[in-house]
Every structure is written in C-alpha cells, then in structure tokens.
C-alpha cells in the first residue's frame, strides 16, 4: 500500500479530495504526516499567474524525508477542451511528477482527457494498482485447476 500525503497550497474547493478518492480506490492510503509517507501531492489552484503561483506551492512543501513530490497544478474552467501551455520548468528538482488537472466549482473535476491522463500518470508514478474490468475477475488457482480439470474430462 502507497502512502500519501496530500498539501494544499490553495482553495481547491475541495475537489483535490475526488482526485485523491481515484487514488485511494487503486491502492494508496492517505496519511496525516508528510513523515510517514511515500509521495507528497501538492494541490496548487491558479489564482494569479502561473509561474508565480507554482513557485510558491513548491515553497510550501513541508519539510520531509519523502523523496516523491507530485505537483497537480488545478485549472478553474468550464470548458474541458481547453488547452493548456506546455510545463515551463521552474528549476525544482525535487518533483517527480507535474501534471495540471481542469475543474469548475459547480462541475467539481471535469471528464476529460487532461484529468485522465493526470490520474493515470500519478498512478503510475505512485504505482498503484490498475483496476481490472468488470467481468473480468482474476480466477483463483483452486477453480482453475477445476476448470482444467473438467474441460480434459470432456
């Protein structure tokens, strides 16, 4: 189990908990200090410019131990489309990941392919679990020697 930390450098308007909520369904464990985990996310919402409000999120990343820095940069749109500018880099080696993540205060996180991609590329850092399809449930070894067992019978 993979624990994190998550910090908030802003009014998320609570919606850092639905990105959290897709990680903790694959296997992480949130954890109340920075100290005890594998990874720190950093939930930073634009408010002013982004570079300005970037360096300050990474300003505010406590004091740790933990080597993993994931930083969600959150975006206020309606609009899911919306294109975003590539990542400038900031000089900040202690990240291991940058991702931005689209949301609305009324939509909360919004369906699209940038919050998607977010997710599974801070679920591959953090290398949780994939989900598997519905349907298809992994066979215990016990019911597939039976399964073998019956079609060699026929």
Known sequence: MTKIFSHETGNTLGFHEEFLKKLTK??????????????IIV???LV???????????ASIPESKC???????MHHTSNKDQTLPPHRDLGSRA??????????????LL?????????KMVRQKLKLRSLSLPGKKKKNKSIQQKDRQLNQSN
């Open 26 to 39: 694959r296997g992480a464990k949130q954890v109340d200090q920075s100290d005890k985990a594998k990874a």
């Open 43 to 45: 939930f930073c919402p």
């Open 48 to 58: 002013s410019r982004y570079e300005t409000d970037v360096l300050s999120a990474l």
């Open 67 to 73: 080597e993993t820095v994931i930083l969600v940069v």
């Open 95 to 108: 990240l291991a990941l940058h991702v931005d993540c689209l949301f609305h205060e009324q939509l909360g």
């Open 111 to 119: 369906k699209c392919p940038i919050n998607k991609s977010a997710i």
